[in-house]
């Protein structure tokens, strides 16, 4: 079936650094990708699109000059937390949409957890 | 902007019940999708559905767009079905989901 990698899993960054999770589907391409965010106990939240080629598109009260979105392959999408913030540690996790594919569902990371300190 | 309320929160039950997780929209959609999210927080997709009916081994989902409502169903529970299901609905076919607060089930031996 198709994989969607998310890497890393788990990471803890100081305040003020930088972190970059990637997202990678294996066996398959994937124009489009999604990020999302989850706080404990909350719904999941669409942050982003993610397209191959072109600029991210981002959800209503996402500063994209913080979460920088790059969809260089059409395999692979890369968020990168800028300076980031104990307020945002979270649950982060990316889907990927077959290239293509119509009516299909969509295939998840396993999801990165950010720790900010 | 899609209100996606679930029921119940918290669900206990004992293997080889029969369970049911229920979803209620407020607007009108394009596709429901339900989802399994497991305690490491990964997420795999059970259905997506914009009428109808689907099964799925021991899984069948319903949906009723006049009615803004869906089901998910699982026949026989098993301990391994624990984990949390969410619903998410997607307004104009272009993926982006509003999702639900999800589901606790916990299916005790």
């Known amino acids: 079936g198709a994989v969607v990698s998310q890497h890393p899993s788990r990471v803890i960054c100081k305040s003020g650094t930088s972190v970059k999770i990637e997202c990678r589907s294996l066996?398959?391409?994937?124009?489009?990708m999604f990020w999302y965010r989850q706080f404990p106990k909350q719904s999941l939240m669409l942050m982003a699109t993610?397209?191959?080629?072109?600029?991210?598109?981002?959800e209503q009260g996402v500063e994209k000059d913080k979460f920088l979105i790059n969809h260089a392959s059409l395999t692979l999408s890369t968020l990168t937390v800028t300076s980031a913030h104990p307020e945002d540690s979270s649950f982060y996790i990316c889907?990927?949409?077959?290239?293509?594919?119509?009516?299909?569902?969509?295939?998840f990371g396993n999801g990165t957890r950010l720790t900010v300190t | 902007k899609n209100e996606v309320e679930q029921s119940p929160q918290n669900l206990t039950a004992q293997e080889g019940e029969f369970i049911t997780i229920n979803c209620s929209y407020s607007?009108?959609?394009?596709?429901l999708h339900w989802l399994q999210q497991h305690p490491g927080g990964g997420i795999v997709s059970l259905f997506m559905?914009?009428?109808g009916k689907k099964k799925h081994g021991r899984l069948i989902a319903t949906i009723n767009i006049q009615e803004k409502h869906s089901s998910l169903h699982i026949t026989a529970s098993h301990p391994r079905d624990s984990a949390v299901y969410i619903c998410a609905v997607e307004a104009g076919s272009n993926y982006k989901l509003t999702f639900g607060k999800g589901t606790l089930l916990t299916v005790n031996p």
């Open positions: 993610s397209n191959e080629g072109s600029k991210a598109t981002y």
């Open positions: 607007v009108g959609i394009s596709a």
């Open positions: 559905l914009s009428s």
């Open positions: 066996d398959f391409q994937a124009t489009t």
């Open positions: 889907s990927a949409l077959p290239t293509g594919a119509y009516n299909s569902p969509l295939h």
